[in-house]
């Protein structure tokens, strides 16, 4: 499972980016956390607000800090 986070590195971003690492080990399942701060990949999501968090290429959430109970949900739910 590959958990995307969109952001050009902001606290915001950051703090996502952390609760998606969070979320992964709460669930136990194998997945690869990674931040993308290029804006064209970014806007190729249709993204234009940040954070935005992606999971296996599905835009989850965008312009906001999602709870780390949202992201197990959707890390289930994609498995």
Wanted: aromatic share 4%; with cysteine; charged share 25%.
């Amino acid at each position: 499972m590959i958990i995307e986070v969109l952001g050009p590195g902001c606290p915001k971003c950051t703090k996502t980016y952390e609760l998606a690492k969070q979320a992964a080990t709460n669930t136990g399942v194998e997945a690869e956390v990674v931040k993308i701060s290029d804006l064209n990949a970014i806007t190729n999501y249709g993204v234009m607000i940040t954070p935005a968090l992606v999971i296996n290429g599905k835009v989850k959430i965008a312009g906001r800090i999602p709870k780390v109970e949202d992201i197990e949900k959707w890390i289930t739910e994609e498995k």
